[in-house]
């Protein structure tokens, strides 16, 4: 009966389009992103205010999940010194 439960349990999810995406950072936590060079990122705890070489991700352009919409731009894009957007 158990093996049963667990197999219809894992047939309803397959059929339900559920899939799993890695979070970039973990529960409580928040991405940053390095100033001027190659770029970089790291995850500060919720509350905590960056230190540089970091600053928090312009709003709106936050990547929240690996290969997002954003982690994918950030991938070819930093900040500068001023703030600024570039291509890398």
Known sequence: MIVLAV??????LGVGGCSYREAICGGGEYPVLAVGGQGGS??????QEPTPPYVRY???KVP???DDEWDVYWRS???DENGNIVER
Request: hydrophobic share 35%; charged share 10%; glycine share 28%.
């Open 77 to 79: 894009h930093g900040i």
């Open 7 to 12: 197999v219809g349990v894992g047939g309803l």
């Open 64 to 66: 929240q999940h690996v």
């Open 42 to 47: 790291a995850c500060l705890p919720d509350g």
């Open 58 to 60: 312009p709003e709106g």
